[in-house]
């Protein structure tokens, strides 16, 4: 079974970076697209990033276009999602998620427990 780990999140001055890693385990982390959500207090999770199995193509959302880099490293079955210039309204429980493609749009299956990022002001 597929299980994913967040890591990576903490506390980090305005303007700042931090790189947060989710590590995929019972199967191949190529065989599904993955991507970052993330959820603010009192907030729905939003989307964030999204980069298909190979790598080869990524999204992210208008609010961090610009700031956040995804990336992936399959020989180590592992995603990443570069954030910079981080703001205080970047501040959330970041979760990373696998999946598949459906209709043109990515399905989401498999979601680690989350990685808390508070940025101050």
């Known amino acids: 079974q597929v299980q994913l780990l967040e890591s990576g999140g903490g506390l980090v001055q305005a303007g700042g970076s931090l790189r947060l890693s989710c590590v995929v385990s019972g199967r191949p982390a190529s065989s599904y697209v993955m991507g970052w959500f993330r959820q603010a207090p009192g907030k729905e999770r939003e989307f964030v990033a999204a980069i298909s199995g190979s790598g080869g193509t990524t999204n992210s959302a208008d609010s961090v276009k610009g700031r956040f880099i995804i990336s992936r490293d399959n020989t180590k079955n592992t995603m990443y999602l570069q954030m910079n210039s981080l703001e205080p309204h970047d501040t959330a429980v970041y979760y990373c998620?696998?999946?598949?493609?459906?209709?043109?749009?990515?399905?989401?299956?498999?979601w680690g427990q989350g990685t808390q990022v508070t940025v101050s002001s």
């Open positions: 998620a696998a999946g598949s493609v459906a209709n043109m749009r990515y399905e989401y299956r498999y």
